[in-house]
């Protein structure tokens, strides 16, 4: 079933959850497989994987202070090496996190 955003902001009000949407190359695929990662082809591009990772509040607040994000000068690859690699965050194109709050912030 595909989810709409309107679902994605409502599951994560439901579950207070910081939903993290990663998209990736789809070139790249066999390094995604490799990792262990589970992924789905992207809804709006077709040529994009996407990978979904949830943190808790502690666990995104951590992310971003272990980070020191400042998000006026960080980018989705910077985010994708964070939460996968090195390797895969050079072919992150997009970002999307989702918060408990309904508010979302996208990096493309």
């Given amino acids: 079933m595909t989810q ?14 910081y939903d993290i949407y990663i998209e990736i190359d789809i070139d790249c695929e066999e390094l995604v497989d490799a990792c262990g990662l589970d992924y789905k082809p992207a809804e709006e591009d077709s040529s994009q994987n996407e990978v979904c990772i949830s943190l808790g509040k502690d666990e995104y607040m951590e992310l971003i ?44």
Avoid: H
Avoid at 73 to 90: F, M, R, S
């Fill in 4 to 17: 709409t955003t309107t679902d994605r902001r409502n599951d994560v009000i439901d579950s207070g959850t």
């Fill in 65 to 108: 202070t272990d980070n020191m994000w400042d998000f006026n000068n960080v980018n989705e690859q910077t985010i994708g090496t964070a939460l996968l690699n090195p390797e895969l965050g050079e072919y992150v194109t997009k970002v999307t996190i989702y918060k408990p709050t309904g508010d979302i912030i996208s990096f493309c």
